[in-house]
């Protein structure tokens, strides 16, 4: 593949935009119109010339915000007579909040946004299906029919279905939409046994609500947005990325398009990965800093750690195979403010985009962290988005001045930006030791417009290899976007004991898996690779270890054995014990088609001679006296380059911190590792 | 005293109006015990959508009667 690809990451305040051609990245970013991202998004594809490009690539929050702020449209919810309150029921776990606290109660029913359908919209038909999937009270059409009128009484825009069993066997859930459509007329209607056959039924009936509000929200914005594109004479091909930042052509991806939820956030990682292949280092933690929070993600050995499942909320699961990122309150805009007794904390509370830090002279009047940075003298008033935004650093100062607590300015200070390193070093540190990872062996990657002003601070607090900023670090989580395949993928549940009985059985439901996503993607293409994992447990146990790999080809005797061996490897790495006498039970089996997609790549850096400041900048309150840096123009800086800190290193849409005591080299591919 | 001969039921008030759901003429009026506790809630009788919900009385028909039935009952008990 060759030309020009677009890669479009729509974020909460800026929309940003990267287009690589023959190697070279060019960057924009434009203003996210939250109410209609479509038009930031194709603004920003257009500020690139997208008309001439060969890929489009776009990450989309629109479905996850319309979620997290319920502007849902109104869909019904049919499912076996006696189970509607299967969404209420959720997983009947507590959060984690509520576990010492004995006043928590659910919400039920019609009280307090959840579950996301009300009651009444939630139907019971008269049917059942057996746990094998043998018909046990057959569908009863008529009263069927009747729900489904209620439904259309109530101007429904969609309808998910979910039966019990359904993923054993789909006859009843296919006829009933088909009664949905003769009745509804052509509208949008998710079926489990197609969406998510998997077992679990709140899990199931999740995903397909979350499925059929998608496909209200996403159909249109497709719509749209495909359009617009067709307007500009676009002719390449859209795809949208899902929650593993994996690519799906925009047409197959609107047949499933829960998978897009967590499309955005997921792409730092693997950026993360893709550099990290790139300049030989293959264990990372990637923080992404931006506004309001910080992103972390966990790459082992140049793999992203995923998950099967994930919670959008408390009890809200979509079962899709999705990068793990943990989001901590902590970010850029986040407030440093005076407790009762005070000392001073920062964060959870964000300023936001609006009215962002007070420095931005905007009308905010309470300090974040960007005013410490600025008041500390790591930025400057005319460098912050290359000279496009002024700060003001006498607003940062009364901000600071008008807390309440007896400490001097300077602590103040001080403190503010101490405990928001120290509130990421925390997070990081619950993370990686949380997962059994050992953080001297891994190096830091600090991306997002603020991370490498913040991230580098770490080294005192937080034993880690190095920090590693990497080129273009405001931008790095829409260059995921071209740093990853194109994936087909299908997935069922089933309880199998693996032993030789299962074989011709397994056989049948991967190579059917597979033959299905291969009449989508088309014969021979060139470079495809299948991957087979499988979710499975010790019988008896309650809960899987996920996606662990399966052989391809044939399911046979032997193939079973790989299988076992597979898991009770795993599951020893994770726990410390392969229990060779207990019997395994698959759970769950996925196939994925992975279609090699091109990416973007880092040219070699330049040598440039020994670093040259471009001018001097005096750090105060950081430490005990102020101490003079120097500051470097990162365009300049070639190969080898070696700066001891303190120092700062600006470039258009970040600026790199240098702490005392730590040098920053520049590497091979335009990197600066600090350590 | 409370009245124990004859057998308490919800009484459900029609309410005038339409459904904003679902546009039926069937809205009406009556108490309902949730996870929450009582309710006054006002429902169409057609989808069941809710178009009303305040808390009523903590112990919903349960009044000052019922609780002296309980006590003189237990009283004419003791020996
Ligand atoms: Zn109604």
Redesign the interface.
């Known amino acids: 593949m060759s030309g020009k690809i677009i890669a479009v990451d729509v974020g909460g305040t800026f929309t940003d935009v990267v287009a690589v051609e023959d190697g070279r990245i060019t960057t924009a970013k434009v203003a996210t119109i939250p109410a209609s991202s479509d038009k930031s998004v194709l603004a920003g594809a257009r500020a690139l010339g997208v008309s001439d490009a060969s890929v489009f690539n776009l990450a989309s929050t629109a479905g996850l915000n319309a979620v997290l702020t319920r502007r849902l449209p109104k869909v019904g919810f049919l499912t076996t007579m006696g189970h509607r309150d299967i969404l209420d029921r959720g997983s009947l776990v507590r959060p984690l909040e509520a576990i010492t606290d004995p006043t928590w109660?659910?919400n039920?029913?019609?009280?307090g946004g959840r579950p996301i359908i009300?009651?009444?919209l939630r139907r019971g038909v008269k049917e059942r299906l057996n746990a094998q999937g043998e018909v046990f009270v057959p569908l009863d059409e008529a009263q069927a029919r009747e729900e489904i009128e209620?439904l259309k009484?109530?101007?429904v825009q969609g309808v998910a279905i979910c039966l019990l069993h359904a993923h054993r066997n789909d006859v009843h859930e296919q006829r009933l939409r088909e009664l949905v459509l003769e009745i509804l007329g052509d509208l949008p209607c998710s079926i489990s046994s197609e969406t998510s056959a998997l077992i679990r039924e709140f899990h199931r009936a999740s995903t397909t609500v979350m499925d059929v509000l998608m496909k209200n929200i996403y159909g249109d914005y497709t719509k749209r947005l495909q359009k617009g594109l067709d307007e500009v004479g676009f002719k390449g091909e859209f795809n949208y990325s899902d929650c593993s930042a994996n690519l799906l052509p925009s047409d197959y991806a609107m047949q499933r398009p829960y998978q897009l939820l967590m499309g955005g956030p997921a792409g730092g990682a693997v950026s993360a990965a893709h550099f990290g292949g790139v300049i030989g280092d293959n264990n990372l933690l990637c923080a992404d800093v931006g506004g309001t929070s910080t992103d972390i993600s966990v790459i082992v050995e140049g793999v992203p750690w995923s998950a099967p499942t994930f919670e959008l909320e408390h009890d809200l699961v979509v079962s899709a195979t999705s990068i793990n990122i943990v989001t901590l309150g902590a970010g850029g805009g986040s407030i440093v403010m005076a407790t009762p007794e005070g000392d001073i904390a920062t964060g959870p509370d964000s300023c936001g985009a609006e009215p962002g830090p007070a420095c931005y002279g905007d009308g905010g009047i309470r300090p974040a962290v960007t005013d410490a940075a600025l008041a500390i003298g790591i930025l400057t008033p005319g460098g912050f988005l290359g000279g496009k935004k002024r700060l003001h650093p006498d607003l940062a100062m009364k901000a600071f001045e008008s807390l309440d607590t007896p400490l001097p300015l300077a602590q103040r200070i001080r403190y503010g930006w101490n405990m928001a390193i120290n509130n990421i070093a925390e997070g990081l540190l619950n993370i990686s030791i949380g997962r059994g990872i050992d953080p001297r062996d891994f190096s830091l990657v600090a991306c997002g417009a603020a991370g490498p002003m913040i991230l580098p601070c770490l080294l005192d607090q937080f034993p880690i290899r190095r920090v590693i900023v990497p080129p273009y670090p405001g931008l790095f989580s829409a260059l995921g976007l071209i740093s990853t395949d194109r994936v087909y993928s299908d997935h069922r549940g089933h309880y199998m004991v693996l032993d030789g009985r299962s074989a011709p059985l397994l056989n049948r439901m991967y190579s059917a898996m597979e033959a299905r996503l291969r009449e989508k993607v088309g014969a021979d293409q060139p470079g495809l690779r299948v991957l087979r994992t499988f979710d499975a447990r010790f019988l008896g146990q309650s809960w899987e270890t996920p996606l662990i790999e399966a052989p391809a080809g044939e399911i046979d005797e032997a193939a079973i054995q790989t299988m076992i061996e597979n898991f009770r490897t795993t599951y020893e790495k994770l726990n410390a014990n392969r229990f060779d006498n207990l019997p395994v039970e698959a759970v769950t089996y996925r196939v994925q088609l992975v279609l090699p997609a091109a990416k973007v790549t880092y040219p070699a850096a330049e040598s440039a001679g020994p670093p040259q400041p471009i001018g001097e900048t005096t750090l105060r309150y950081l430490y005990d006296e102020p101490r003079r840096a120097f500051e470097y123009d990162r365009e300049q800086l070639g190969i080898g380059a070696a700066i001891a800190g303190p120092a700062v290193i600006r470039e258009e849409t970040s600026t790199t911190f240098v702490p005392d005591g730590r040098t920053a080299t520049v590497g091979g591919h335009r990197e600066i590792i600090i350590q | 005293m409370a009245n124990l001969a004859k057998p308490m039921s919800v009484e459900k008030v029609p309410v005038a109006g339409v459904c904003p759901e679902c546009g039926a003429h069937a809205l009406k009026r009556y108490e309902a015990l949730s996870a929450g506790g009582w309710f006054q809630v006002v429902k169409c009788q057609d989808c069941l959508a809710s178009v009303e919900r305040k808390p009523w009385k903590r112990l919903g028909y349960v009044d000052r009667g019922h609780v002296d039935v309980i006590l003189n009952a237990r009283k004419a008990a003791k020996p």
């Not at chain 1, 039920?108 to 009280?111: E, H, I, P, V």
């Open positions: 109660r659910r039920f029913g019609d009280a009300p009651r009444y209620l009484r109530c101007n």
